[in-house]
């Protein structure tokens, strides 16, 4: 995260972006021992989010790297494919690499927003979609994005797939450890856009 715009961020903000953020690392790819560890130190409080934090936290404990990463390859990447394809293109229109897989590039192009040179997933995956809206709370993209172009970002290219897909990964044949994650991004998914419908601006 930005050391200047961390200081300027409302708490409130912080665990938006860290939330998002870790959506994003998780989605990408199968967390490694460090990254478990760290999930295994989380708590949550008594809502739908504190207490699928706290079985993700549980499970990350009792579970190997190697088994998430036969869990990741079979959900994601499979012999030919995997039981979900978590593209924004491919939920909305039942195809990959289709219209608003282009209304991203465009928009993201619009944001000054570029694509890894490490990455090679098309951008509209959650993971991706899940690191962009983190770092535009944070402001990793120079000063963190006003609320209404937030609401805009969601609005668009978010909402309308992403609580799909993460009700898809809850329930999925191959889900164990990624199961509560699917719930942690489905609640979260829920409790932004309520947000963003209450907001103002």
Known sequence: MNAAADVTLPEEDRLRADLYNYLGLILSAPPDQTLLDQTASLAGDDGDLGAAINTLAKLARITKPAAIEREFNALFIGLGRGELLPYASFYLTGFLNEKPLAALRQDM?????????????????????????????????????????????????????????????????????????????????????????????
């Open 109 to 201: 192009a619009r944001k000054g927003i570029g694509r890894s040179d490490t990455v090679f997933e098309p951008e509209d995956n959650i993971a991706s979609m899940m690191e962009m809206m983190g770092a535009m709370v944070a402001g990793r993209f120079g000063k963190p994005v006003p609320l209404n172009e937030q609401k805009e970002f969601f609005n668009k290219h978010i909402g309308p797939w992403a609580p799909h897909f993460f009700s898809d990964l809850e329930g999925a044949k191959t889900s164990l450890f990624y199961t509560p994650v699917g719930t942690i991004g489905r609640v979260f998914m829920e409790i932004e856009a309520e947000a963003f419908r209450m907001s103002a601006e």
